[in-house]
Structure formats: C-alpha cells, structure tokens
C-alpha cells in the first residue's frame, strides 16, 4: 500500500525559503502512472494545489505562486522535493504531498495523501 | 481558471438526516469532478471520483451525482462519524482548484 510521507522545517523566517521533501514507500515513484503532489491548506481554510511532478523532472506548477515554487525528484531515495522562495506569513499552512496520475480514469485527483506538516512562517 | 462554488459553507443535521451538498464549477467540466472527507487533524480522503464513482470501502450512504457545471454529494443518512468538511475538487484542467469545503455537523 502507497504510503507517503512529508519532512521538513516547521517552521521559516520571513524571506527565506520553505524546503520540504516527500518520501514515498509501497511502491516506486518510477512508473508511468505516478505523479507526486503538493497542496497547501492554511490554517482553517481550503486547500490550494501547489503542484505536479513527473519521475523524468517534468513539473506543472500553479500560476498564482509564479516563479516562487521549484520541485524536484530523486528516484533513487523514491523521494520529491518542493522549494518555495520568498516565503511570508501569507504561505503559513500545513503542506501535503499527494499522488496524482494522468491516467483516462484517475487524472488529476489525490490519492493517498501524506498525513501534511505544518509550516509556519515567522521570525 | 476554474472557479469551484461550494454550498452550504455548513450544515447541522440530526442522525438520520438526509445531508445534501452542491458544487458548481464556473465552467463545464464534464464529470471530471471528485470529493474528499477530511476529518479534524487528518489530511483529506478522496471518497468519490469522476461524479460518482464511490471508492473502495466508502460506505454507500454516500453518492454523488452531476455533471457540466452542477454537482451534488448526498449523504443519504448522517452518521455520527461522518462529521468532517467536505471538499470537491475539478480534475479537468490546469491549474486544479478546489471548492471553499463544507462543514458537516451533527446537531
């Protein structure tokens, strides 16, 4: 069974940059039906996608956070990364990683999620 | 992008109670529509894919109909642990959004 998982700083400064990475186990992240991830829910509030990433690098990203996002993959630790710049209080919210696919059935949904870690942004 | 229109924001409802919840999309989406459970504490949990196809394990209390721009989830008799917010979500374009969610309590 897939399971994931997310890691990383709870907590930011203002300015600097979020880092968090997904570890995936159950199964590998190298197949043709697997795309990772991220959304974001600010504290009591609805969720937002961040974005999608390939096992070959190829990423989608959401618009409304333009250039400030950058996601990564290393197949060799079944892993994905989301880097986020420039952070301010504004992106304060628990971050999930998901699976997502492409598939003629599955595209575009959730399914499972990592359990989400709160990020806070402050100084 | 596609605007997602979740309504009610809440609803209290007895045990038994017939819960209904809408979704509406600012423009048509076919069916490619799903809804998440997201309990306090816990990440969302997809329950319905493309309209209605319930998942594995969800119990059958739960449906979901529509297509085009209006979808409905039904929850057809409230239980107790089916307190959560409710989210629905388009899967058919890019950028994926999602509705505001619904609260669902129990009176």
């Known amino acids: 069974q897939l399971q994931l998982q997310e890691s990383g700083p709870g907590l930011v400064k203002p300015s600097e940059t979020l880092s968090l990475t997904c570890i995936v186990s159950?199964?590998?992240?190298?197949?043709?039906?697997?795309?990772g991830a991220w959304v974001r829910q600010p504290p009591g509030k609805g969720l937002e996608w961040i974005g999608d990433i390939y096992y070959t690098g190829t990423t989608y990203n959401n618009p409304s956070l333009k250039s400030r996002v950058t996601m990564s993959v290393d197949t060799s630790k079944n892993q994905f990364s989301l880097r986020m710049t420039s952070v301010t209080a504004a992106d304060t919210a628990i971050y999930y990683c998901?699976?997502?696919?492409?598939?003629?059935?599955?595209?575009?949904?959730?399914?499972?999620w990592g359990q989400g870690t709160l990020v806070t942004v402050s100084s | 992008d596609i605007q997602m229109t979740q309504s009610p924001s809440s609803v209290f409802a007895s045990v038994g109670d017939r819960v209904t919840i809408t979704c509406r999309a600012s423009?048509?989406?076919?069916?490619?529509l799903v809804w998440y459970q997201q309990k306090p504490g816990n990440a969302p949990k997809l329950l319905i894919s493309t309209a209605s196809t319930l998942q594995s394990g969800v119990p059958s209390r739960f449906s979901g109909s529509g297509s085009g721009t209006d979808f409905t989830l039904t929850i057809s008799s409230l239980q107790p642990e089916d307190c959560a917010t409710y989210h629905c979500?388009?899967?058919?374009?890019?950028?994926?959004?999602f509705g505001q969610g619904t609260k669902v309590e129990i009176k």
């Open positions: 159950g199964g590998s992240i190298s197949v043709s039906s697997f795309y």
């Open positions: 423009q048509d989406i076919g069916n490619w």
């Open positions: 979500q388009q899967t058919d374009n890019f950028p994926r959004t």
């Open positions: 998901a699976r997502t696919s492409r598939g003629p059935v599955t595209k575009g949904r959730f399914d499972p």
